[in-house]
């Protein structure tokens, strides 16, 4: 099992920047793929940002490419989503995830673990 606790959401205005963070814990959830993905009101599940285990690559939405970094503290068991220039758009429940699988994945179903979210409004 693998636990996944978010935090660093808040309100916003548009331009800032703002740095997500989620606490990985349990069945060692540095090797394997991370993500992180967010859903708006009445929207879908969608992917933002994952890497793959290990040190695997990271891919990025194209909503978001240029704008986010995701990055992993392996040592504390830590992995950030570090956001810039945020837009009334990327409002919405941040949600930290991890699969048992090295490789990275874009798609929701491919998770097994999942944090609470934590949320991110931004106003114009």
């Known amino acids: 099992q693998v636990q996944l606790v978010e935090s660093g959401g808040g309100l916003m205005q548009a331009g800032d920047s703002l740095r997500l963070s989620c606490a990985a814990s349990g069945r060692t959830p540095m090797t394997y793929a991370m993500g992180w993905f967010r859903q708006a009101p009445g929207k879908d599940r969608e992917f933002v940002a994952a890497?793959?285990?290990?040190?695997?690559?990271?891919v990025y939405a194209d909503s978001v490419k240029g704008r986010v970094t995701f990055s992993r503290d392996s040592a504390n068991n830590m992995v950030y989503l570090q956001m810039y220039r945020l837009k009334p758009e990327d409002t919405a429940v941040y949600y930290c995830?991890?699969?048992?699988?090295?490789?990275?994945?874009?798609?929701?179903?491919?998770?097994?673990?999942w944090g609470q979210g934590t949320q991110v409004t931004v106003s114009s």
């Open positions: 995830a991890s699969r048992e699988r090295v490789a990275v994945s874009r798609y929701v179903n491919d998770y097994p673990y």
């Open positions: 890497a793959g285990g290990s040190g695997g690559s990271t």
